[in-house]
């Protein structure tokens, strides 16, 4: 009763460090967008100070993995096999069915696979982490790890940024594995193509390049999803609600962030990375 | 021996709404002190600021020569090992059981073996009175245990400065007792700073050695708690007899026009009302030392005696009656 008491009139807000500036719109969002950087870079110093949080990282890592790897390989079959059908059917029509699979597996390893990841990590992972995170802070379990002098940012937001990552990388490995086998599955057995015609029109215009390019494109998004989802659960506003809402906001942001800098690497690549079968 | 805290002129807002201003006061080192306010006045704030949790618009809290306000972050942290700081409702971790809850600073701060580790707990947990919960969740047992094990986690690192924020709520008068006599205990074992916030009168009767008193934004006093326990100033007073009369309203403070008509009214009753008599403060229990505060604090006040309002002056003197005997 004393504790509702005390807590109903008092309308302190959550996020109380607003200074009293006036408000010029737009400035909100420039603000909340360095903040989210302020913690990225926090969170990258944070990686290379002792002590690594072993147990922690270790525990998130296998949570993320095992809420994503199985709809991760459920996604990327029929993704590959849509891929795979429509190349198919636009390369039949132009006679090029020969290069059926070269461009089927480049769509996918390059875009499909990494976005796949990217998606479910902040869809399956990321909104996992900014709940956890979002409820410990209404309930002050973050302030009272800072009063202990344990960094909230080093102990918790660390290993879930790094398990996200590394999670988002091997996912890709594998989410790239399923969804070629797919595309083969489809063109060879539905669309009656040729498996030599598939695997030599694979060698002659995939490189190695396309698998870096997609496993960092993979870890990128893995980061971005972790600190969008850390921050916003640093960050609710009031209450059970506001971590609701911000789980929400969490996911939202990610996928738009996901889907520009997607297009900034993809870019950025095909500028500086020459095409194999010019 | 415990840490001084000095506090100058701390002004805190959350946006437009000035919580409060200028606050300035200093923590005797090793002595218990209570913070009294209504609800709603920002008590917790003000002790959410001393650790540096939320940062003050304007003013320094000195700790050991650190501002816990402006200080780099590094500093702060190192600081903040020297506390230890009780949350109303216990801010335990959900996913850990009571035990793990009460060792985590014993294991992200020493290097001391496990077996170490569980004697110091056990004997934390034995002392709030929770032996035989330590396995259990924080969510399977009743928010006074919560309470208590937020104390025990709060004293697992022996702080020198301890603050604890509303002890009593939702802890019965008993259980309200003996946390009292607990916290008079510690302190006479470990000779800690302590800071006590609350609104529950028989902890500010028996438990503090300096009182002060937040209302309306500013701090009404802090000093000797006989200067509070006799004071005259309307709010302390009202406070103090839990009274509906006074300046205080059930929304923070009553507009003028309803304190004039109720004055009208009670004018009578007001003038009659009895001095408040001053309960003696609480003694450590049989066996323990005696508490190094006592002595200490007795030279301080002796030494700011003649400042005091002479109603204060008078309850120190009939406080200190044998040591008026022995200094001539």
């Known amino acids: 009763?004393?504790?509702?008491?005390?807590?109903?009139?008092?309308?302190?807000?959550?996020?109380?460090?607003?200074?009293?500036?006036?408000?010029?719109?737009?400035?909100?969002?420039?603000?909340?967008?360095?903040?989210?950087?302020?913690?990225?870079?926090?969170?990258?110093?944070?990686?290379?100070?002792?002590?690594?949080?072993?147990?922690?990282?270790?525990?998130?890592?296998?949570?993320?993995?095992?809420?994503?790897?199985?709809?991760?390989?459920?996604?990327?079959?029929?993704?590959?096999?849509?891929?795979?059908?429509?190349?198919?059917?636009?390369?039949?029509?132009?006679?090029?069915?020969?290069?059926?699979?070269?461009?089927?597996?480049?769509?996918?390893?390059?875009?499909?696979?990494?976005?796949?990841?990217?998606?479910?990590?902040?869809?399956?992972?990321?909104?996992?982490?900014?709940?956890?995170?979002?409820?410990?802070?209404?309930?002050?379990?973050?302030?009272?790890?800072?009063?202990?002098?344990?960094?909230?940012?080093?102990?918790?937001?660390?290993?879930?940024?790094?398990?996200?990552?590394?999670?988002?990388?091997?996912?890709?490995?594998?989410?790239?594995?399923?969804?070629?086998?797919?595309?083969?599955?489809?063109?060879?057995?539905?669309?009656?193509?040729?498996?030599?015609?598939?695997?030599?029109?694979?060698?002659?215009?995939?490189?190695?390049?396309?698998?870096?390019?997609?496993?960092?494109?993979?870890?990128?998004?893995?980061?971005?999803?972790?600190?969008?989802?850390?921050?916003?659960?640093?960050?609710?506003?009031?209450g059970p609600k506001g971590v609701g809402d911000a789980v929400n906001q969490s996911v939202v942001i990610t996928f738009l962030l996901l889907f520009f800098v997607n297009m900034v690497l993809t870019g950025i690549y095909l500028q500086i990375v020459p095409p194999k079968g010019g | 021996m415990g840490i001084e805290v000095v506090v100058e002129g701390l002004t805190k807002s959350f946006g437009k709404q000035n919580i409060w201003q200028d606050v300035t006061l200093t923590l005797p080192a090793g002595e218990v002190s209570v913070m009294l306010g209504p609800s709603g006045t920002g008590k917790t704030v003000f002790l959410k600021s001393l650790i540096g949790l939320l940062k003050p618009?304007?003013?320094?809290?000195?700790?050991?020569?650190?501002?816990?306000?402006?200080?780099?972050?590094?500093?702060?942290?190192?600081?903040?090992?020297?506390?230890?700081?009780?949350?109303?409702?216990?801010?335990?971790?959900?996913s850990m059981s009571l035990f793990d809850n009460i060792a985590f600073p014993l294991r992200e701060h020493t290097r001391k073996k496990e077996s170490e580790i569980r004697r110091i707990v056990m004997e934390r947990v034995d002392m709030v009175g929770l032996l035989g919960a330590e396995e259990k969740l924080p969510g399977e047992i009743s928010g006074g245990m919560r309470k208590r094990a937020g104390l025990a986690r709060a004293l697992v690192l022996d702080p020198q400065i301890i603050l604890c924020d509303e002890p009593d709520s939702g802890l019965d008068p008993v259980r309200t007792a003996f946390i009292s006599q607990l916290l008079i205990d510690l302190n006479a074992q470990i000779d800690a700073t302590m800071l006590i916030v609350t609104h529950n009168l028989d902890i500010a009767a028996t438990v503090p050695d300096n009182m002060g008193m937040l209302f309306r934004r500013n701090l009404v006093t802090f000093g000797p708690r006989e200067v509070l326990l006799t004071s005259e100033e309307p709010v302390v007073a009202q406070f103090l007899s839990g009274r509906r009369e006074g300046p205080i309203g059930m929304s923070e403070e009553k507009d003028a026009a309803t304190l004039a008509k109720e004055q009208?009214?009670?004018?009578?009753?007001t003038a009659g009302s009895p001095p408040r008599r001053i309960v003696p403060q609480l003694e450590p229990s049989p066996g323990l030392p005696a508490r190094q505060a006592v002595l200490r604090r007795k030279l301080r006040v002796m030494g700011m005696l003649d400042e005091l309002p002479p109603a204060a002056r008078r309850a120190v003197e009939n406080g200190m009656a044998p040591a008026q005997e022995a200094t001539p």
């Open chain 2, 57 to 94: 618009e304007r003013g320094r809290v000195l700790i050991n020569g650190v501002d816990m306000v402006s200080s780099p972050e590094r500093d702060i942290y190192e600081t903040r090992k020297l506390f230890g700081l009780m949350f109303q409702d216990g801010a335990l971790f959900g």
């Open chain 1, 1 to 238: 009763m004393t504790m509702e008491a005390e807590r109903n009139p008092a309308p302190a807000p959550p996020r109380p460090d607003r200074p009293p500036r006036r408000q010029i719109p737009g400035l909100g969002a420039f603000r909340q967008t360095g903040r989210l950087f302020a913690l990225a870079a926090a969170v990258t110093r944070a990686v290379f100070k002792r002590p690594f949080q072993l147990r922690e990282f270790i525990e998130q890592f296998w949570f993320i993995a095992s809420v994503t790897i199985l709809p991760a390989a459920l996604v990327s079959i029929p993704f590959g096999a849509v891929i795979a059908l429509q190349v198919g059917s636009l390369t039949q029509q132009l006679g090029a069915q020969s290069f059926t699979g070269g461009a089927s597996v480049l769509a996918v390893i390059q875009q499909a696979s990494p976005l796949i990841v990217a998606l479910l990590i902040a869809g399956a992972g990321g909104s996992a982490i900014c709940a956890d995170l979002g409820s410990r802070t209404i309930r002050e379990e973050l302030d009272a790890m800072e009063v202990m002098g344990v960094s909230p940012v080093q102990r918790l937001v660390v290993p879930r940024v790094l398990a996200t990552m590394f999670v988002a990388v091997l996912l890709n490995g594998m989410v790239s594995v399923v969804g070629t086998l797919g595309g083969y599955f489809f063109n060879v057995i539905l669309q009656g193509g040729t498996p030599g015609a598939y695997l030599s029109s694979f060698s002659a215009l995939a490189q190695l390049p396309d698998l870096y390019v997609s496993e960092i494109k993979a870890l990128i998004f893995g980061f971005i999803a972790g600190i969008v989802a850390a921050y916003r659960g640093l960050n609710p506003r009031g």
């Open chain 2, 264 to 269: 009208l009214n009670s004018a009578p009753s």
